[in-house]
C-alpha cells in the first residue's frame, strides 16, 4: 500500500511539474511573440502572414534538434572512433540543417516583411534571448 501511495505521489507531482512548465512555456513564448511584434513594428497584416511562418520555421529547427537529441542524448562516452565520428558528423549535419532552414525562411521572411524588417528580426531575437537569459540568472531584464 505504502508503494502505491509513494508511486501516486511521484506521478502527482510530475504532472504539476510539467503543467508549471508548460505554461512557463506558453508566457515565454507569448512574451516573445509581443516583443517581437513591437520590436519588428509588425502591422497586423504582416503579422496574420509572418507568425505562423515563424512557428513553422521554429517547428522544423525544434524537429532537427530533437531528433539529434534523440540519437545522442545518452551517449556519454564513445566506444570506438567510429561512433566518435559519427557523433560529429551529426552535429555538423545538425547545424548544416539549421543553416539551410535559416536560408530558406529568411527569404520567406523577406517576400512577408522586406528585407529591413527581417533584418530588424533577427536582432529582436537576439535581444529577447539576452532579457530571457539575464532573468534566469536573475540581473532582471
Known amino acids: ?13 510530475a504532472l504539476c511539474f510539467s503543467k508549471v512548465t ?12 509581443s516583443f517581437i511584434t513591437d520590436k519588428v513594428k509588425l502591422t ?18 525544434k524537429s532537427l534538434r530533437k531528433n539529434f ?10 566506444n570506438s572512433d567510429k561512433e566518435a565520428e559519427d557523433f560529429l558528423n551529426a552535429e555538423i549535419n545538425l547545424k548544416q540543417g539549421e543553416v539551410d532552414l535559416k536560408k530558406e525562411y529568411t527569404e520567406k ?17 537576439e535581444e529577447f534571448l539576452r532579457i530571457l537569459i539575464n532573468t534566469a540568472k536573475g540581473n532582471g531584464s
Open 1 to 13: 500500500m505504502k508503494f502505491k501511495f509513494t508511486y501516486i505521489f511521484v506521478l502527482l507531482m
Open 22 to 33: 508548460m505554461a512557463q512555456a506558453d508566457k515565454v513564448d507569448a512574451q516573445r511573440v
Open 44 to 61: 497586423t497584416t504582416e503579422a496574420q502572414s509572418f507568425w505562423p511562418l515563424y512557428n513553422e520555421y521554429n517547428d522544423k529547427v
Open 69 to 78: 537529441r534523440s540519437n545522442y542524448a545518452k551517449t556519454e562516452d564513445f
Open 109 to 125: 521572411f523577406k517576400k512577408v516583411l522586406g528585407v529591413k524588417k527581417t533584418a530588424m528580426l533577427r536582432k529582436a531575437e
